[in-house]
């Protein structure tokens, strides 16, 4: 968790504090995707509370391994998946957390977001897209907008998964080595990588501003994917305990019901 | 596959026709998930196609369970289930299958139905929501509509969870008689379940009318849950295999793009 001001250069992407190497990674994450589908029954049963978990980074930093890798603990049933890509028209012509808002989560579901509104202080100002005096408004929205759905019933884990500028070198590299990745290399990351510096400055500037207590942002050291999953799944787990979670008490005149149940299975039959 | 008149109660619930026990379908589920898996990751990289799977059943039948058992295959970014609870106000003030329309699957996507629009001909026709008149354009409509999708990409397969009257009567008092079940627990099934034979009826009807080429109905047996979920799985797998999915073909130039990517790492570095 990251509060106060960061400096991302001064956190170590291929560092795994806590954790020695693969193989007990991999044995802790079978773990707690397992518990993280408990966790998820007695959500999904309450029907009260919900779950929103945000993913940035820079391109190819691993935010649809993390889905594939950790999110398929969810019963898809009460789990969304949303990517966020460039607005379409009907998107931009409203206020720019008019789409986020919408596919916030129903009482009991789990969201997660691909992207986020994030790109919309982030991006946004590498390009240059709003003047710096509504960028600065945003921040204020978002954190707003954040502390909203808090209050109402919503929980909120961010995850910035942080790579290094030559781990992302060396993954667009093997997508473009490998002609089965070819779909996946795109033109644009290129130009984007050329704004790396930025790209961090503006992420810095977007965790000071809105890692909150009710919506913190944790930077995830993402170099090496087998921390970076089980890093997010500890985190997420983390989360969902501290909601403390119950399956609901319905009383039921059991009685009566099974009377019920038995007396017109007798009749139908 | 049923195609022309139906009865159900001449289709064995505990039948397990292909599969000898419960140990023989675990390991083939196991390579099916796999195998889904595979397929789906090739739906969505080729941003053409996609699939819908459509869900029914009594309640019971393991709809539910299903999409736990089965559908975790899928990565959940490509994935999303929708069930469909009794319409709001804004839905029962739209034609029937406006709702069902706009979560149908985009390109690239599998959409899962936990009941669908057959429940506007089953359900409405056993409660005699609809004149009888309106009730059979109906089928029409959604033959129509089906046939839109399938001609706009969209494979359709729909599969009904096959149970008895009795193994409905034991799963309900297993909900009655576990307290940690009781939030599944709806009244209004004891009430739907005197109607029994009238719902059967009413499926037989749907499937008549609407079991077509290209959106086939498959009567499940369901009363064993490891066969159904096997049954499932393999008949969604066989669809997906039957759309002759491959990876998009994309031209890069790659010693271009590779001498940039190289270029500009040196500048930023």
Not at 84 to 104: C, G, N, Q, S
Not at 117 to 140: G, S
Not at 173 to 196: I, M, V
Request: aromatic letters at 8%; hydrophobic letters at 40%.
């Amino acid at each position: 968790m990251v509060r106060g001001a960061v400096r991302l250069d001064r956190l170590d992407p291929r560092a795994t504090p806590g954790c020695r190497d693969k193989r007990e990674a991999a044995a802790r994450l079978a773990r707690l995707l397992e518990r993280l589908e408990a966790l998820q029954y007695r959500l999904y049963a309450g029907q009260r509370r919900s779950l929103l978990l945000v993913l940035q980074g820079m391109d190819t930093a691993g935010k649809d391994g993390v889905i594939r890798k950790v999110m398929t603990a969810f019963n898809p049933q009460g789990c969304r998946v949303t990517s966020f890509k460039r607005p379409t028209a009907e998107e931009a012509a409203h206020d720019f957390l008019w789409r986020i808002h919408r596919v916030a989560p129903a009482a009991g579901e789990v969201a997660v977001f691909n992207r986020s509104h994030y790109e919309d202080v982030v991006a946004a100002r590498v390009h240059a897209l709003q003047p710096r005096a509504d960028l600065k408004r945003r921040y204020d929205a978002i954190n707003d907008f954040e502390r909203h759905l808090e209050q109402s019933g919503t929980k909120l884990v961010k995850c910035f998964l942080h790579i290094s500028r030559a781990e992302q070198h060396q993954r667009l590299l093997e997508r473009l080595e490998q002609p089965h990745k070819h779909w996946k290399f795109n033109e644009g990351d290129l130009a984007e990588r050329t704004r790396w510096n930025d790209y961090r400055r503006a992420y810095e500037i977007a965790f000071e501003r809105c890692s909150t207590a009710h919506a913190p942002w944790y930077v995830i050291p993402s170099d090496r994917k087998w921390y970076r999953d089980l890093a997010v799944a500890e985190i997420v787990c983390g989360a969902l305990e501290a909601m403390d979670l119950k399956l609901p008490e319905v009383s039921l005149d059991v009685r009566t019901l099974r009377a019920e149940l038995d007396g017109r299975a007798a009749v139908g039959t």
